[in-house]
């Protein structure tokens, strides 16, 4: 793999994770899987707090700590935009200063195979936030 793929930001979130984890308590959870690769994760709203448990590969981890960071406090609107944007992202290459550290998942581009592990906890969060839950926006729970 690719030095542009696995930035050391990449490699440090996933190693060492931190908005992993079930919370004891929590309004909704999310889930989504990659049932061609096995990758599964959850995603919990709590508040403002976003956590998660993933249970793959070094990107999808990456992936997960990243959304978290940039979904805490954030309204519905703004995860909705937030995550097009990062769709953008991994699908183009094309960094966006908006999107701050998540910038260093640009080179999935490189790697279409490796796009789901990317989105995957971006559709967990989505799923979550159908489900009655927010990251963050007091109007809406």
């Known amino acids: 793999m690719s030095e542009a793929l696995y930035q ?3 490699l440090d979130r996933s190693r ?5 984890g079930r919370p004891a308590v929590f309004d909704v959870e999310g889930k989504s899987e990659n049932r061609m690769c096995g990758d599964m994760v959850s ?13 793959g590969c ?3 981890v990456a992936s997960a700590e990243l959304m978290c960071e940039a979904a805490t ?21 094309q960094e966006n200063p908006e999107l701050g550290d998540l910038n260093a998942l640009a080179g999935i581009a490189q790697y279409p195979s490796r796009l789901r592990c ?7 969060l989505r799923d979550a936030i159908a489900k009655g839950g927010s990251a963050g926006d007091t109007a809406n729970g």
């Open 8 to 10: 050391s930001i990449v």
């Open 16 to 20: 060492h994770p931190h908005h992993a």
């Open 43 to 55: 995603v919990f709203l709590s508040g403002a707090d976003v956590r998660h448990e993933a249970d």
């Open 58 to 60: 070094a990107i999808l």
């Open 73 to 93: 406090g954030k309204t519905d609107g703004e995860i909705a935009i937030l995550s097009d944007r990062f769709e953008h992202l991994v699908k183009t290459g």
């Open 118 to 124: 990317a989105t995957l906890p971006w559709s967990a």
